[in-house]
């Protein structure tokens, strides 16, 4: 008798619930004018079909917010963008070096960079997000001190290197030496962790489209980090976002720059495999 | 007389604080369907103060998940879970104090939080705070809590 009653409230459930959603737009998005971002796309193989499509955040965010996107000169982190800059051409560290001495004009040795990181580093013998590549260079090659994890400095370089990326595919490998970490990576998105015992997948992949109180559900996706947040009027990284997730269930969060975070991050990156690359975005 | 003592020191004591007269989040009994028989505090469940938990983010935030018609004085209902307009209809006390203490008694896997639970949790944390918790965890609500939401549902009935 129960038993009849709960498969029918969850029939009920399944039929309802899409109908109420508002769920994602149907905008496109060019920035400058030139650059077409691919927001929609199919999901990759190796999501098994676990989303039909894979969709951009920026589908989920007001018009306003979608509008600050689209031009640099209204994309409130274009100003960190110019941060960087400053500081790619600024000697640091024992070596004399600034980044430019090796690296030269950014808008021609990072383009496409950023679309592939996390990544494996074969010297380190793990996977790197860009910002443990970027410190790798100033304490190795710069013999400069390490700028910290998501803060400041970091997070602007991360910027600017990601700018020079937009509008290329997403495209992070999770095979040969980095699987390890991706099936990590994998299995704490699964996790139900903190007392609501809530996983990144119970909201990002069940409930994407549904509200959760006033906020609207994305897939999760972080093609447009680091990203502008205009509730936080900050540029925010990747594992900022994630430790303000996870806290959020009632859990014990991982620290910025943790094996744990690290593995999520390449994880996260890959299901948005496919998508262009947006860092810097403009989310709410 | 003792049980109005009892809800005085409740009510000085608030959340989380389970009064002499409560049934241990350890101890509740759960049938195979997940039902609570017997109230958790002994006290009856105050049906006003069930909505304001509703409603509450530092409370139950129920409307997180779900639309209920008549709190819509409180902005934004989310979409997660079912619409509760009726839900008393629907299922008997036992059974919605069974939903309300830990829905995954009656729904396998549910994403529905278990709000009288303590222990068990994989990176229990200390509240909103990003910090190690350490179990026993307070449970979201405290027994009295739990019977005012339930009480409040109940009033929820089918035109």
Known sequence: ?284 | MRLSIVSVVSVLLGTGIASAESVDPTEVQYDEYGAVEASLSGVPGDPASGAEIMKSRAKGNCIACHEVEVLKDAPFHGEVGPALNGVGSRWSEAEMRGIVANAKMTYDGTMMPAFYKTEGFIRPGDGYTGKAGKEPLPPILSAQEIEDVVAFLMTLKEE
Request: glycine letters at 8%.
């Open chain 1, 1 to 284: 008798m129960m038993k009849k009653v709960l498969t029918v409230s969850s029939a009920l459930l399944m039929s309802t619930v899409p109908a109420l959603a508002r769920g994602p737009d149907d905008n496109t998005l060019v920035v400058n004018g030139e650059i077409e971002m691919v927001t929609k796309t199919e999901a990759p193989a190796h999501l098994d079909g676990v989303l039909p499509e894979i969709i951009s955040g920026w589908h989920y965010r007001s018009e306003e917010t979608q509008q600050l996107q689209s031009d640099d000169f209204e994309n409130p982190s274009m100003i960190f963008v110019d941060d960087a800059e400053e500081a790619w051409n600024t000697v640091e560290g024992s070596s004399g070096n600034s980044c430019a001495s090796c690296h030269e004009d950014a808008a021609e040795s990072m383009v496409g960079v950023s679309a592939t990181y996390p990544k494996w580093n074969e010297e380190a013998g793990q996977v790197y997000t860009l910002q443990n590549q970027v410190n790798a260079c100033r304490t190795e090659r710069m013999g400069a001190e390490p700028w910290a994890y998501d803060a400041g400095p970091a997070l602007n370089m991360e910027a600017l290197i990601a700018s020079h990326s937009r509008g290329m595919p997403v495209n992070v490998a999770i095979d040969g030496p980095a699987a390890e970490t991706w099936e990590q990576g994998r299995e704490i998105y699964y996790t139900r962790y903190g007392q609501l015992e809530l996983a990144c997948s119970n909201c990002h992949e069940n409930n994407n489209g549904n509200h959760i109180r006033a906020d609207h559900l994305s897939q999760g996706h972080i093609n447009g980090f680091p990203t502008y947040r205009l509730r936080n009027a900050a540029l925010i990284g990747t594992q900022s976002r994630f430790r303000g997730c996870i806290r959020d269930t009632r859990a014990e969060t991982f620290a910025t720059g943790s094996p744990e975070l690290v593995a999520l991050e390449l994880y996260v990156r890959s299901r948005g495999n496919g998508l262009s690359v947006e860092g810097p975005a403009v989310r709410n």
